[in-house]
């Protein structure tokens, strides 16, 4: 952090070397008066600026940098104000407490957002459709490019200011422990085993869920453009109990349908086509309802799901726009390994 801030005395010549070493990064500086309370910001630019008006190198920085800066307040880090930094172009967010002091810095460029919330990402499965790939090695693990499918969606979590995430495992469990056993995208990555066979969402039972907020629930092999930002601000902004991530899913019928009404037909229609929406496997669920999981038995997501629809609480879905695919069939694995060369996964 220290690297992005000088003091309001420093000199402009003080400040083009402190900005020179930020190079090939985010060249802003952030300014702060003699009790580390932030006064300004300031660029190459503004140093440049100041010297076409006539400031010597010598000046302090107070004279060159720039008043009117963007910030949030520790404990008051919005998403949706983050975001608008972001759409702003500022790269460089402070995060301040109370008295103005600089708590920490948030460089959107690596981290996009600050979702307030919790993930888990399923990977207890065999991967029996892809064997004999997942005879050795558990599917999460199989390379995608340069790294293991399961790191794309750690990474991905990380980048939106994810830190709290969990892995289950089951099959071949010691690989992925293993793998865990050091910092993935910079986040110490918790694996928690299943006791038997607990079903797509069971195992969540046996994670440390907090009391309150919503955790992310996905599958651990799946690749994905999905933004996880719009994905929180959907599900806030319809106070849902559930969240369920859908991709479109079309089905044509080769044949004439006919519409009947008893033993008449009604009407005819040649080959149509219908439109669904499909359960991507990727959730955003409230803790409290995550909480009243069972710890000794089998529960299905669509089992979870189907006691809220019951008990009345909002279920919600939000459209994936971009990529989405379940690695589950040797052809859906070369299908992804083929889509890397092409697909931008930083941009979620």
């Given at each position: 952090m220290d690297r992005h801030i000088i003091s309001h005395t420093a000199t402009l010549i003080e400040a083009l070397g402190k900005l020179n070493s930020l190079s090939g990064g985010q060249m802003t500086l952030l300014v702060t008066d003699d009790d580390m309370r932030i006064c300004g910001t300031l660029t190459d630019g503004d140093v440049r600026?100041?010297?076409?008006r006539g400031v010597s190198l010598d000046t302090a920085v107070i004279e060159a940098m720039h008043r009117d800066y963007s910030a949030l307040r520790e404990g008051d880090e919005s998403v949706s104000r983050l975001r608008e930094m972001r759409q702003r172009g500022v790269h460089l967010v402070p995060v301040l407490d109370a008295d103005g002091r600089i708590r920490r810095i948030i460089d959107t460029s690596v981290t996009r957002s600050i979702l307030p919330v919790g993930a888990v990402l399923m990977a207890g499965g065999k991967g029996e459709r892809l064997r004999p790939l997942t005879l050795t090695t558990p599917k999460p693990l199989l390379p995608l490019g340069d790294r293991p499918v399961i790191d794309h969606n750690i990474d991905a979590l990380a980048r939106v200011g994810v830190n709290d995430?969990?892995?289950t495992v089951n099959y071949l469990a010691e690989q992925l422990?293993?793998?865990f056993s050091t910092a993935v995208s910079g986040v110490k990555v918790k694996c928690v085993r299943e006791n038997m066979p607990m079903g797509t969402i069971g195992a969540v039972a046996l994670c440390d869920i907090p009391a309150e907020g919503d955790t992310i629930v996905m599958n651990s092999d799946l690749l994905t453009t999905i933004s996880f930002e719009d994905m929180y601000l959907h599900h806030k902004a319809e106070e849902a109990d559930i969240t369920v991530a859908a991709i479109p899913y079309n089905v044509?019928?080769?044949y004439a349908i006919?519409?009947?009404d008893g033993s008449r037909v009604t009407s005819l229609e040649?080959?149509?086509s219908y439109s669904y929406y499909a359960n991507a496997g990727i959730y955003m669920i409230s803790n409290r309802l995550l909480r009243s999981l069972p710890a000794d038995r089998r529960t299905d997501a669509t089992d979870l799901i189907d006691m809220a629809l019951s008990e009345g609480r909002k279920v919600t879905y939000f459209l994936i726009n971009g990529t989405w695919i379940d690695i589950g069939s040797p052809s859906d694995y070369a299908h992804a390994r083929e889509l890397?060369?092409?697909v931008d996964l930083t941009q979620r």
């Open positions: 600026r100041a010297i076409l995430i969990s892995v422990e293993e793998h044509s019928v080769p006919l519409a009947t040649e080959k149509p890397m060369r092409h």
